[in-house]
Nanobody, 121 residues
Framework: QVQLVESGGGLVQPGGSLRLSCAAS????????MGWYRQVPGNERDLVAT???????HYADTVKGRFTISRDNAKNTVYLQMNSLKPEDTAVYYC???????????????WGQGTQVTVSS
């Protein structure tokens, strides 16, 4: 199976920075788009940023100019650099990956377990 493990969350003051990492491992033939999503209790899980296997990025309007998504294909890892953090960024951040296990299996999405980001004074 495929596993996605997030790390890097924590408590930070407004205006501070955090860098999240998500490493994919397991049965991976090819790793396509990866992304970061976030969720607060009672809300839906919302897209934060995505990056294709070719490096094309997309950001939610709420994080444009503050967050940067990147990836290291050799390590099957996606990162989210979060700068100028605001209290409203507080959420559990989840990693998502579009994975092709082998050429006989359809591509499927996988989720990490999530990492808590809390922005508070």
């Amino acid at each position: 199976q495929v596993q996605l493990v997030e790390s890097g969350g924590g408590l930070v003051q407004p205006g501070g920075s955090l860098r999240l990492s998500c490493a994919a491992s397991g049965s991976i033939f090819m790793l396509y788009a990866m992304g970061w999503y976030r969720q607060v209790p009672g809300n839906e899980r919302d897209l934060v940023a995505t990056i294709t296997d070719g490096g094309t990025t997309h950001y939610a309007d709420t994080v444009k100019g503050r967050f940067t998504i990147s990836r290291d294909n050799a390590k099957n890892t996606v990162y989210l650099q979060m700068n100028s953090l605001k209290p409203e960024d507080t959420a559990v951040y989840y990693c998502n990956a579009d994975v092709l296990k082998d050429i006989t299996t359809p591509r499927t999405h996988y989720w990490g377990q999530g990492t808590q980001v809390t922005v508070s004074s």
